[in-house]
């Protein structure tokens, strides 16, 4: 049952928060908990799958690797890289496969097609799948031996992807990294991570990988992919105390792995496409509000057209992040809030594609992290089902229906992760009312201004001295007022003096 306010602020920390975390998730339609048929259906799961018959391929022996935050134990993907002729580097990535444990219309896919998603608060993960699944038997955990869907891609040396296939394998993971450090030893500013000295040849590995990956990057960005740099709040506890939130930036690493992800993702939609079969597309439109990143544009001496132009709004953000580095996270925030959401749509094979206008690609599926979103799994029964020879599992109206669907709980979700950030916000700030701070504006509309501050990394609402501010807008602010079970930080314009 949910504590009243009173119960709760004798509570700690991350008690607290976790009992925002869930009404919240019950507030948005989401399950915070799984049904006594999910946990019997888990409870009943003996082991990983094994591979069965020759359609697998035994690629055991690969020096795949994976590279995730540091306490990650869902893992979705791996990686590794071959080299080929002509300077061309054959670059594979192996997905988890969950299906082949979580099968469509049991009891865990309903709890997994009901919330889409697993959602990341400040206090408690609520995962999409049971824990003994997404970190234990349908992980590609360390030293297991596991079964993957591979998409194998031909890269060229100017990061061009060129022939690409898709198919089953059981793969081992021999190395499982973590961003930061990968991120330190290939910048040269840290050690080689334990990982890497304990596998001869993966250090080898992660320099090609990195190379490959650095080629694909700045052909996207060419292309007119938005190179955007926002600021994730990580929630640091002491015990069950919360000690501060602090942001967690973009390293190479996870540009490494993101431009692998994004060209994986390509391929699986191609290959759908070109044996008939419908896919479920991630589509990001043209901006909502570009006369305002225009705006921002001229506000900073430059200049873009009056119609939405990607490569012209990349030319802006290369420049702003050359010259002011240190703020480019506060210019990218305001882009991304322009921009609008990404949202799922039903592709039929043959059809037009619509175009992800971000990143700069009109062929893109999700496809890659099936352990933590539902569309993700929709694509590999999709993809079993069209190496198989199989009809599509799910009817095209079904598809159309699981694609609003997944696009409303993914919104419900953010909102959640939202909510408990900012209830955690409030926790770190309750002693600070009357205290000032330098903010930027990160949403504008009828139903209120926001702004955000960077120590601790907060967000709140603007309640006196809103008017005239617009996303983007730098200024000075009091806080005025905090409510932690809501929520709410609220803060006041400070007029310049």
């Not at 930061?180 to 334990?194: H, I």
């Not at 993702?265 to 290959?271: D, I, P, S, W």
């Not at 079970?485 to 803060?491: I, K, P, Q």
């Amino acid at each position: 049952m949910y504590d009243s306010p009173m119960n709760q602020k004798t509570a700690p920390c991350r008690d607290r928060l976790k009992s925002i975390a869930r009404q919240a998730m019950l507030q948005r339609g989401l399950l915070p908990d799984f049904s006594v048929a999910a946990v019997a259906e888990s409870n009943a799961i003996a082991g990983a799958a094994t591979a069965a018959g020759p359609s697998f391929r035994d690629l055991r022996s690969l020096l795949w690797a994976s590279i995730d935050n540091d306490d990650s134990r869902d893992l979705d993907q791996l990686s590794v890289a071959v080299p080929a002729e002509g300077g061309a580097v054959k670059v594979l990535v192996a997905v988890a496969d969950v299906d082949a444990v979580v099968k469509k219309g049991s009891a865990i896919d309903g709890h997994a097609r009901a919330n889409t998603t697993s959602v990341y608060t400040a206090a408690e993960i609520f995962p999409m799948l049971p824990e003994k699944l997404s970190t234990d038997l349908t992980s590609l955990a360390e030293g297991q031996e596991r079964l993957a869907i591979v998409v194998e891609m031909a890269v060229d040396a100017d990061g061009a992807v060129g022939e690409s296939d898709v198919y089953q394998a059981v793969v081992v993971n021999h190395a499982k990294l973590a961003y930061n450090s990968v991120a330190a030893w290939l910048d040269g500013t840290g050690p080689a991570p334990p990982g890497l000295s304990a596998v001869a040849g993966i250090d080898q590995q992660l320099r090609t990988q990195d190379r490959v990956a650095q080629a694909m990057k700045k052909l996207r960005h060419q292309h007119g992919a938005l190179s955007l740099e926002t600021i994730e709040a990580r929630p640091v506890f002491d015990g069950d105390s919360l000690a501060d939130l602090r942001a967690d930036e973009k390293t190479r690493a996870h540009e490494l792995i993101e431009d692998f992800m994004i060209a994986a993702n390509g391929v699986t939609a191609r290959y759908l496409d070109r044996r008939g079969f419908p896919s479920l597309r991630r589509v990001l439109r043209s901006p909502e509000r570009w006369e305002r990143i225009v705006e921002l544009a001229t506000g900073l001496g430059e200049r873009l057209p009056s119609e939405p132009d990607a490569a012209a709004l990349e030319g802006f953000l290369g420049k702003r992040r050359q010259a002011d580095p240190a703020r480019f996270p506060d210019i990218s925030l305001s882009v991304v809030k322009l921009l609008g959401r990404g949202e799922y749509v039903l592709e039929l094979s043959g059809q037009p594609a619509e175009d992800h206008f971000g990143l700069a690609v009109n062929d893109y599926t999700h496809s890659t992290a099936p352990n933590r979103r539902f569309p993700d799994l929709i694509t590999h029964r999709l993809l079993k089902a069209a190496l198989a020879g199989r009809p599509a599992p799910y009817s095209n109206g079904e598809l159309s229906e699981l694609a609003r669907h997944c696009t409303d709980q993914e919104d419900a979700a953010s909102k959640v992760e939202r909510q408990v950030r900012k209830s955690a916000a409030a926790l770190l700030l309750e002693s600070r009312i009357g205290d000032r701070f330098d903010a930027i504006v990160t949403g504008a509309a009828d139903k209120g201004t926001w702004v955000r501050i960077v120590q601790p990394a907060a967000e709140g609402k603007v309640v006196h001295g809103y008017k005239g501010l617009d996303v983007g807008d730098r200024i000075r602010v009091e806080l005025i007022d905090t409510d932690v079970e809501r929520g709410f930080v609220d803060f006041a314009k400070v007029e310049a003096s």
